[in-house]
């Protein structure tokens, strides 16, 4: 990972619900200069730069130590801005945007020349997504520009979900983090792909298959990510959304664990016993209210005092793909160079 000049990391508090307009103007003036500020979304928090200027988009990457052809999301205040960034906006983006904009969907459209190469990854289409959170609109408001933003951590880490997650892994790479306490949704946005003749999920997120299904008729998945070149959505690597502690996915059927040290994400309450140097979390049957949890589960739980963790996995229906998905990523071994 490329070495980076320390920075002092200031945290600045921001009620969500009705942010200070002194702090949003000191994280846009920030912006403005092409600096890095990390705030909080609905979904996890975001490492945010101004998304026209390359130069500030490429700090980014340098931050996180992220692969120059992993792309990243536009995020923006609305349709008018939505689509001065992209050569096309077809009828099911006009469905999409006005059944889940403002929310946790990201659109993928051809991009227009403004969007820089470092944004795209050098592919030709743009991520886009109108976030329901007031800090990131209030910042692009005051910015004028679309913010380029992915998680606010280190490259294939957990993705964070509270401002002390950010600073966990970027203090002295930043100079601010907004905070606006835990995020609401907890995983990352449904990615669909409109860029082709037919609609592809990307990405599974909190908006599932049969609604996207009502709107369009027909939506395909992505079934391998390409194996070299621009992605063309965040989240398709291996290894993504991962602990450093190995972690382990328990099959259903499977002997619960008997020896430790380690930690066990149960899915329930349930009935199996627990050793004393097991030690055993409980998680919501509910998939939202799980994926909510699961990342500030899984980061609580990263710590040497534990060799493994090993997570129940949840039941293989449409309501936890994308818990699964997160999961499958989190267990990938390390690509070792």
């Not at 006005?98 to 944004?119: C, I, N, S, Y």
């Not at 430790?260 to 509910?286: C, F, K, N, Q, Y």
Request: include cysteine; hydrophobic fraction near 45%.
């Amino acid at each position: 990972m490329a070495s980076i000049p320390a920075l002092a990391t200031r945290v600045r508090p921001v009620d969500p619900a009705c942010p200070d307009p002194a702090a949003l103007g000191e994280a846009a003036a920030l912006l403005r200069e092409g600096a890095l500020v990390a705030f909080p979304t609905e979904t996890v928090y975001g490492l945010g730069a101004d998304g026209l200027n390359g130069d500030a988009v490429a700090r980014i990457y340098a931050a996180k130590g992220r692969p120059s052809s992993n792309p990243l999301i536009l995020h923006v205040d609305g349709l008018s801005m939505a689509r001065s960034l992209v050569r096309t906006w077809p009828a099911a983006a006009i469905r999409l945007a006005e059944a889940f904009w403002p929310g946790p969907l990201t659109l993928v459209l051809p991009r227009r020349d403004a969007v820089p190469d470092a944004v795209t990854g050098g592919g030709d289409t743009v991520a886009l997504r109108m976030p329901a959170h007031r800090v990131p609109l209030g910042l692009i408001g005051r910015l004028g520009r679309p913010l380029a933003a992915p998680s606010a951590n280190l490259s294939e880490r957990i993705s964070p979900t509270l401002a002390a997650h950010v600073l966990e892994d970027l203090e002295g790479r930043i100079p601010l983090v907004l905070d606006g306490g835990p995020t609401t949704r907890g995983l990352e946005s449904t990615v669909v792909d409109l860029s082709g003749e037919t609609a592809r999920i990307l990405r599974p997120g909190p908006i599932p298959p049969r609604l996207l299904q009502r709107l369009l008729g027909s939506v395909g998945t992505l079934q391998t990510a390409p194996a070299a070149g621009p992605a063309p959505s965040p989240g398709l690597g291996l290894r993504h959304y991962a602990p450093r502690l190995p972690l382990h996915l328990r099959a259903e059927g499977e002997p619960p664990p008997v020896s430790g040290p380690l930690a066990w994400l149960a899915l329930g309450e349930g009935a199996e016993p627990s050793p004393p140097e097991i030690t055993r979390v409980a998680m919501p049957r509910d998939p939202e209210a799980y994926g909510a949890r699961l990342y500030a589960t899984l980061r609580s739980l990263d710590r040497p005092a534990f060799r493994r963790i090993v997570v129940d996995l949840p039941p293989a229906t449409e309501g936890w793909a994308a818990v699964h998905d997160r999961l499958r990523r989190a267990a990938a071994a390390p690509v070792r160079a």
